[in-house]
């Protein structure tokens, strides 16, 4: 596998992202792409997730969370990041 088609990137999602079970939308679907990473509040309002894996599959998490009828994003904002190659699996965290 070439290491470019693997990415680890952080995104900051804003919109009506909270308290409409994004973080849990996010945690079943980067899971069935077989993602690594985890995602969190953040108290501004906004939600925070990293992902990692192929970035075909990170890409279409983000096609899949922006096509949510209960979500609505209005803005992401990405930061690619180092891999972080012993992580396994992806969590929900913080639970406010």
Do not use: C
């Not at 690594?36 to 998490?61: H, I």
């Amino acid at each position: 596998m070439e290491e470019a088609s693997f990415v680890r990137w952080r995104i900051y999602f804003s919109g009506t992202v909270q308290h409409v079970g994004f973080r849990y939308t996010a945690y079943y679907l980067a899971r069935g792409l077989y993602l690594t990473g985890w995602v969190d509040n953040l108290p501004d309002g906004r939600v925070v997730l990293e992902a990692q894996g192929r970035v075909s599959q990170v890409r279409k998490l983000l096609f899949q969370l922006k096509s949510q009828a209960h979500i609505k994003i209005t803005g992401t904002e990405i930061i690619p990041l180092s891999i972080e190659p012993h992580e396994r699996g992806f969590a929900v965290r913080g639970y406010n």
